[in-house]
């Protein structure tokens, strides 16, 4: 299973919007809606964003938003903040009944 | 809140067994699913694997043959051994609670694990 493809770096300056792609197969995002995102501050373990590719959960701003499309999802954080530099992984649900990471994108806000 | 918490060895030389724990608080063991994710040093998240309420338990093609998972009910923890261990393996891991298709609604805070001799 390999992982899913992000783009290694993305910026926008803050109160910008930006959006991170997360491209797998069929046989994961292609499948199912289990795609979930993460961010990852310094220093610090991640932290769920988004599950079932489009829901937030509790606590998290309403500035995130998932999308999903064919063997495609987005991430898109709107109104850029200086605190949303961070790391961030999608991770999906395949057929095999395993996970599946992307290789991470780090957020510049510039 | 379910709080989760790794412990074991910092230092583990190679082609020997790397063993860790996560003690659960704050919710009970027998729900959820519980995976262990790693992070080597300057790059990105790796599953493990997961290990469901029941016991069931799914891994990582690329390290099933060396995982094992394991449920501790009576303790309220799970378990991660890894044999024959390399450099490769130097990590930071982390034990998560999550559910079959999501991984880590909780984290713990990691725990360091360097492979040398």
């Known amino acids: 299973q390999s992982a899913l493809t992000q783009p290694a770096s993305v910026s926008g300056s803050p109160g910008q919007s930006i959006t991170i792609s997360c491209t797998g197969t069929s046989s994961d995002i292609g499948f199912y809606n289990y795609v979930s995102w993460f961010q990852q501050q310094p220093g610090e373990a991640p932290k769920l964003i988004i599950y079932?590719?489009?829901y937030r959960p509790s606590g998290v701003s309403f500035r995130f938003s998932g999308s999903k499309s064919g063997n495609t999802a987005s991430l898109t954080i709107s109104g850029l903040q200086a605190e949303d530099e961070a790391d961030y992984y999608c991770c999906s649900y395949t057929t095999s009944r395993i996970l599946v990471f992307g290789g991470g994108t780090k957020l510049t806000v510039l | 809140q379910v709080q989760l918490q790794e412990s074991g060895p910092g230092l583990v030389k190679p082609s020997e067994t790397l063993s860790l724990t996560c003690n659960v608080s704050g919710g009970s063991i027998t729900r959820d699913y519980w995976s262990w994710i790693r992070q080597p040093p300057g790059k990105g998240l790796e599953w493990i694997g997961h290990?469901?309420?029941?016991?069931?338990?799914n891994y990582n093609p690329s390290l099933k043959s060396r995982v094992i998972i394991s449920l501790d009910t009576s303790k309220n923890q799970f378990s991660l051994k890894m044999s024959s261990v390399t450099a490769a393996d130097t990590a930071l891991y982390y034990c998560?609670?999550?559910?079959?298709?999501?991984?880590?609604?909780?984290w713990g805070q990691g725990t360091r694990v360097t492979v040398s001799s």
């Open positions: 079932d590719a489009y």
């Open positions: 290990i469901s309420y029941s016991g069931g338990t």
């Open positions: 998560a609670r999550g559910y079959a298709s999501t991984p880590g609604y909780s």
